[in-house]
Each structure stands twice: as structure tokens, then as C-alpha cells.
């Protein structure tokens, strides 16, 4: 038996063209996916991207966002990652018109892709909202608002019709984070951020990290991701694009070998940032903490950094055995090391999913991919 929209109600899967029915009339939106713009048989001016009665202004859609320092920023974002560059990312702006021009008020990106949940071998279609952001500083609170209710609208109708899942990113998030559980969002990951500098004057290990592909549920199983919710990867059949600031650090699964070969530790890397490297899916067997450390520094010396961060789920056992344990169980990371929140919450609405895939939703941790890091880390964005 399943529940629809929301932790309690119905709704399903993709959509070709949002509309919204407003006293008994359609008001038509963006071809979904994005498509070039048309123009309808005798009329010679309409828009692919209109008003919408619940969203003040107007909604503008992809191309027909014009180029700023932000939205260039979050296109070279997208254009260095295979996921968002396959073709399901899509960036919507609220604008509002103002003295005679449109002025741009809130930014959303949004992905459209599957998800497997935790021990679940069938993907889940999912609406992702990767980011949403206020651009006009003095009625932050309501464009943030606004555009909220625009993703809940996309998502709507995206996922109508079938079964699914809708996850909201929200990055500066509140200390208190049970806040953000507005209308039917439920609060499901806060992302901690464990930052290692330097490198300790331990031994160094004589193993080599080694580049594992993770590209099947049985590679999956055996480095544990499959207690995790995670995205769909994507397989583009050759080398990934992502730009990164290292030509010596490939980005991915590495594991660590003990001395009679079997994995012993591992940790996926997101990206090497000018400054750091950025790093989730830490994890270590019993009694081999120890090489974790020696991991990590690995990875530092290829990649010619001081700093790493390690990002996880707070509900996540083996990250928190690595980084909050106490004794000797927990491992000495590099010369300095310290826990604090990242500051990005996750929050979802389920659709269409059984009781039981709920709560599996609501009590697993989530595998943190590149694309739920905020596309401004490690940089500085002028707006």
C-alpha cells in the first residue's frame, strides 16, 4: 500500500509541460523539459516562460535568464559536473518588473534524476532542489518564500501520477533545523563537516590509494553505501568532466589495502578546491581506524594539499565512530582536527512510496554527493 503526496497523501512521476489550473482555465508555463522556445499557430509574441498566479512576476527559465556574476557562476558550476550537464538540471529565476525593466529576485537550480533508497534495489524518480536563493537582500524572506513555493509546484507536477520523491537542499540553514519543516517538508539529513589540516609525523603507510568504480549495486554493497540514500550515477562512458584544481588527484571512490589485500578503509573525493580537498563516504573496518588516518594523508600529498574536509550525513554511524569517537579507537587526523555543521539541511516530501520505504527514508543517512555541496565552497562569488 502507498501514501501520496507527502508523508500522508498521492501524487507520481514526470509531466511534459507544467500548467496550473486556475478557475477552470490553464495557464501554460516552460516546456518541461527544457525544449527551444515555440511560439503557438497565430499568435507572434507568447513566451516559454509566463506569470504564475501563485508567484508574484514573472518566471524565467534557462536561456532566457540573462548572464550576471551569480549566474555565471552556477552555470560553470553545473556545465563541470556529468549529472548536471546530462541534461536534467534546470535554473529558474523569479523577476519581478520594476521602473519599466525586470528585476531579477530569486534563483533555483533543480534536477531531475532517481535516487536509491536505503537497501532498495529499484530506483525512485526524484525532483532534487539543489539550491534557492533570495537577490534582493532587503525582502530576503519572502523571495525565498516565493520561490520555495515554485519548486513545491515544479515538483508537484513533475512527479504526478506515479511514485517519487521530492528532496530540497537548503544551504545556510538554522541552527535549529527542524524549522525548515514547512507545509509537508520533514527535516531527513543535516550535512557535518569534519576539517583534518596538516599532515600528522606518524609513519607513512606503503600502500597507494587505490581508484575504485562504483558503478553497480554489488560495488556498492561492499563499501557499505547500499545503508544509504544516494543519487544515480551517471555513466557517461568516459572520463569524468569536472574541472578540478589538481592534475595530480582524480576525483572518486579511493580505498586503502591491508597487507593481505582486502579494503580497510575508504573515502569518496568531491573535489580538489584551490585551498582543500573535499571529501564524504568516509569509512573504516573495525580495528583499522588507524589506516584512515594514512588514507587521508595520501590523498593530501597527491593532491598537494593541507586541508581536507570530510562531509557526511550527522545520522551517519561510521563517520561518527571516525570523527566523535572517543579513545583509541579514533583515529589522530592530521595535526589539527575539528567537527562543525556545515550549515546545509536536507528536507523531503515523499510520494506515492509505501510506509515502509518512508521510514526507511526518515531513519536513513544520506551518501553526501558533489551536487549537494553549495556551488560557491571554496570560492568567492560576487552578486
Not at 522556445?37 to 504564475?52: C, D, F, H, K
Not at 548536471?84 to 538540471?89: D, K, Q, Y
Not at 526524484?126 to 534557492?132: A, N, P, S
Not at 578546491?273 to 573504516?284: K, N, T, V
Request: proline share 5%; aromatic share 8%; with cysteine.
Amino acid at each position: 500500500e502507498s501514501s501520496g503526496p507527502g508523508w500522508t497523501g498521492a501524487a507520481g512521476i514526470c509531466s511534459m509541460q507544467l500548467h496550473v489550473v486556475v478557475r477552470h482555465r490553464t495557464v501554460a508555463f516552460w516546456p518541461w523539459p527544457r525544449r527551444p522556445l515555440q511560439r503557438w499557430p497565430g499568435q507572434s509574441n507568447v513566451r516559454g516562460a509566463t506569470s504564475l498566479p501563485q508567484i508574484p512576476g514573472v518566471v524565467l527559465a534557462n536561456t532566457e535568464i540573462q548572464q550576471d556574476r551569480l549566474v555565471s557562476q552556477v552555470r560553470r558550476w553545473a556545465a563541470s559536473n556529468d549529472r548536471l550537464s546530462s541534461g536534467g538540471f534546470d535554473l529558474l529565476q523569479v523577476a519581478e518588473r520594476a521602473d519599466g525593466r525586470v528585476q531579477p529576485r530569486a534563483l533555483c537550480g533543480l534536477l531531475r534524476t532517481q535516487l536509491y533508497l536505503a537497501h532498495g534495489t529499484e530506483p525512485v524518480p526524484t525532483m532534487v532542489v539543489l539550491f534557492y536563493r533570495s537577490l534582493d537582500f532587503l525582502n530576503r524572506e519572502f523571495w525565498e518564500d516565493q520561490v520555495r513555493r515554485l519548486c513545491d509546484l515544479v515538483a508537484e507536477e513533475f512527479l504526478q501520477g506515479g511514485r517519487g520523491l521530492q528532496v530540497t537542499v537548503h544551504h545556510n540553514a538554522p541552527t535549529w533545523a527542524p524549522s525548515l519543516e514547512v507545509g509537508d517538508h520533514r527535516l531527513l539529513a543535516e550535512i557535518q563537516n569534519l576539517h583534518i589540516f596538516g599532515r600528522s609525523w606518524q609513519r607513512r603507510s606503503c600502500h597507494v590509494p587505490e581508484l575504485v568504480h562504483i558503478n553497480s549495486a554489488d560495488c556498492a554493497s561492499q563499501i557499505g553505501l547500499s545503508s544509504f540514500h544516494r543519487l544515480c550515477r551517471v555513466d557517461s562512458g568516459t572520463q569524468s568532466n569536472r574541472s578540478s584544481h589538481s592534475e595530480r588527484l582524480q576525483c572518486g571512490h579511493y580505498m586503502l589495502r591491508g597487507a593481505c589485500g582486502t579494503a580497510v578503509c575508504g573515502i569518496e573525493v568531491l573535489d580538489v578546491l584551490p585551498l582543500r580537498l573535499l571529501c564524504a563516504s568516509a569509512w573504516a573496518q573495525e580495528g583499522h581506524q588507524g589506516d584512515f588516518s594514512l588514507l587521508v594523508e595520501a590523498l593530501l600529498q597527491q593532491a598537494g594539499r593541507f586541508v581536507c574536509s570530510v562531509l557526511a550525513d550527522s545520522r551517519d554511524e561510521r563517520w561518527q565512530r571516525l570523527c566523535l569517537g572517543s579513545g583509541s579507537a579514533t583515529p589522530r587526523l592530521g595535526l589539527w582536527s575539528k567537527v562543525n555543521r556545515l550549515g546545509v539541511a536536507i528536507t523531503g516530501i515523499p510520494v506515492g512510496l509505501t510506509s515502509e520505504e518512508q521510514a526507511t527514508l526518515a531513519q536513513s543517512p544520506f551518501a553526501i554527493p558533489f551536487e549537494f555541496i553549495p556551488f560557491h565552497t571554496g570560492r568567492f562569488v560576487l552578486v
